[in-house]
């Protein structure tokens, strides 16, 4: 494996010290959160993975070319605005083995279930090991933080209505939120 100049890079002593690198394997993560006419929600994920050099792929007789897509998983959620999930779909436009598409039929049990505390472990016991794709779980958590992030305008909003409590379990759930910190302070000082 050589390693040529377009490849040296100079992150910092503590990554790499000007220290060649060759791109090996590109993995590509695509999140995005839409909001449609009849009031819900989509959330869409694109895993793809890419491999730099040819490669040959198990129960193949011939190389792959380099650049092809050995994954291209599109995962697609439809939730209301507490994050409730109406319904769930992926395709696999690319994957190791042509078996592997069969995974794009098992996501069902998402149906009902609320995007939230405890969404990752329901989603691995549910769709883990043989019941689903690997790589459909993974895309899973990271959509649920994009969802998150594209309601945040309604919660915010809800938020500031008198009486509402849900901005007290913003507290202490990241480090900006921490109690004793000055966002939490500036705009909750009575829960300081």
Not at 101 to 123: E, F, H, Q, Y
């Amino acid at each position: 494996m050589g390693y040529s100049a377009p490849w040296i890079l100079s992150l910092g002593a503590a990554v790499s010290d000007n220290i060649e690198r060759k791109e090996i394997h590109h993995r590509r993560l695509d999140i995005r959160f839409f909001g449609r006419s009849d009031g819900l929600f989509e959330i869409e994920g694109r895993l793809l993975d890419r491999k730099s050099e040819p490669f040959r792929r198990l129960l193949q007789d011939h190389d792959t070319p380099a650049g092809t897509p050995l994954h291209d998983i599109l995962v697609r959620l439809l939730v209301d605005e507490s994050l409730l999930v109406h319904d769930a779909s992926a395709t696999l436009a690319a994957s190791p083995f042509m078996l592997c598409r069969g995974a794009a039929d098992t996501l069902a049990p998402l149906k009902g279930l609320r995007i939230g505390a405890g969404w990752n472990k329901r989603v691995r016991e549910l769709l883990g090991g043989a019941a689903s794709c690997t790589h459909i779980v993974e895309l899973l958590g990271p959509m649920a933080t994009t969802a998150y992030q594209g309601i945040a305008p309604q919660r915010l909003a809800r938020m500031a209505q008198p009486g509402n409590d849900e901005h007290k379990s913003r507290i202490d759930s990241c480090y900006s939120y921490g109690r004793d910190r000055e966002v939490v302070a500036r705009l909750w000082p009575h829960l300081k």
